[in-house]
């Protein structure tokens, strides 16, 4: 073969090997840069349950279903306001101050009208399928479709659930309200809180209330809006600027 031939195909070896060898070392080069899968939410830490509805419980249409079947039909939020407080007037912000607290901040402070991208399924006639409670309402997020509270006023004469929750919590935090008859039974586990206002009707007969707050996960929505406000401010435009 001709020198200049050997030259040649001698040169573009060395050629076609540079340029393997770059995109080989390219390729190892941008290998940390390729965005990876986000790692799955963790689970947090199990705190209470209600017909097995729990903190990391994610709303679904199976869910829904198996309630309907244990509880009857429900009436529907898509979107509403979140109100924290319980019975008497007052009883959070003497008693519960985090919660009294975390209720404020997912509030406006002027009392103006705060709605949440929520999903609030009410059910007022559970007795009738035969469990033990008049009126229940569940509180979701729609963002991450966790609970965030749960309220349920059993019927009268109902006490069962008491045991229950002192054989799975323990003893409860016991506080008394001024007003003669009143107290409240609250537990608190895994930063979520348990409260039974204990009170009376006007013939004297017990009467119960139930809340469950999932408060890690109101932390997580509060936290989620106030991320949403910012870029939302950050997006406006000042009017005058923009009109040249």
């Not at 963790?42 to 244990?70: C, I, P, W, Y």
């Not at 936290?223 to 600027?241: F, H, N």
Request: net charge positive; with cysteine; aromatic share 10%.
């Amino acid at each position: 073969m001709p020198p200049i031939k050997n030259k040649f195909h001698c040169l573009a070896s060395v050629l076609i090997r540079t340029v393997l060898m770059a995109a080989f070392l390219t390729a190892i080069g941008c290998g940390d840069s390729v965005p990876q899968d986000p790692p799955p939410l963790e689970k947090a830490a199990e705190s209470f349950t209600f017909f097995d509805l729990g903190v990391n419980t994610r709303l679904s249409k199976e869910v829904v279903q198996d309630l309907d079947d244990r509880l009857g039909s429900h009436s529907f939020e898509k979107r509403g306001i979140i109100d924290l407080s319980i019975q008497p007037s007052g009883a959070l912000e003497n008693n519960f101050s985090a919660l009294h607290t975390l209720n404020r901040q997912l509030n406006s402070p002027v009392g103006e009208r705060v709605e949440h991208d929520i999903r609030r399924y009410m059910y007022r006639y559970a007795a009738r399928q035969g469990t033990p409670f008049n009126y229940i309402e569940l509180v979701f997020s729609a963002q991450s479709g966790l609970p965030l509270y749960f309220r349920i006023k059993p019927v009268k004469g109902e006490t069962g659930f008491m045991d229950t929750f002192h054989e799975k919590y323990g003893a409860p935090v016991v506080t008394k309200w001024p007003q003669a008859g009143v107290e409240f039974l609250s537990w608190t586990k895994a930063g979520d809180q348990l409260i039974v206002t204990i009170g009376t009707d006007r013939y004297g007969t017990p009467e119960y209330h139930i809340t469950i707050f999932f408060t890690r996960n109101l932390n997580r929505l509060l936290a989620l809006e106030r991320s949403g406000r910012k870029k939302l401010r950050k997006q406006e435009v000042d009017p005058g600027k923009a009109a040249f």
